[in-house]
């Protein structure tokens, strides 16, 4: 979703691979964050699929990005309900983005 007056980066796709996740480990540094996706797996670890090196400022902006889709999508679409267990499993103390 691009909300309008957005600007928006045009990358060169021919060689992007994309992949889907539904597990993540973020690690944080004074220098950086790195963002390792992968998928479940049962009765196994997630196999890991692809890993992202952020600095300080694009972990920043990827977070308000995210935020600011977040917002558009329930808005637009339908709330998106997080599980109490996988709340309270990793320690999130979620406030709701609308």
Same mark, same amino acid.
């Given at each position: ?5 957005? %600007?928006r ?5 021919? @060689?992007?691979?994309?992949?889907? %996740? @539904? ?10 964050s ?8 049962? @009765? ?5 699929? %692809? ?8 972990m920043k ?16 679409? %339908? ?20």
């Amino acid at each position: 979703m691009e909300s309008k007056g957005e %600007a928006r980066l045009e990358f060169d796709e021919e @060689d992007i691979t994309e992949v889907y %996740a @539904d597990a993540v480990n973020l690690e944080t540094g004074f220098y950086g964050s790195t963002l390792t996706f992968g998928v479940f797996r049962r @009765d196994r670890n997630p196999r890991g699929l %692809a890993r992202v090196r952020l600095s300080p400022q694009m972990m920043k902006v990827l977070c308000l990005l995210l935020r600011q889709q977040v917002m558009a999508y329930e808005r637009d679409m %339908a709330h998106i309900q997080i599980p109490e267990t996988l709340k309270q499993s990793i320690g999130l103390e979620i406030t709701e983005v609308y």
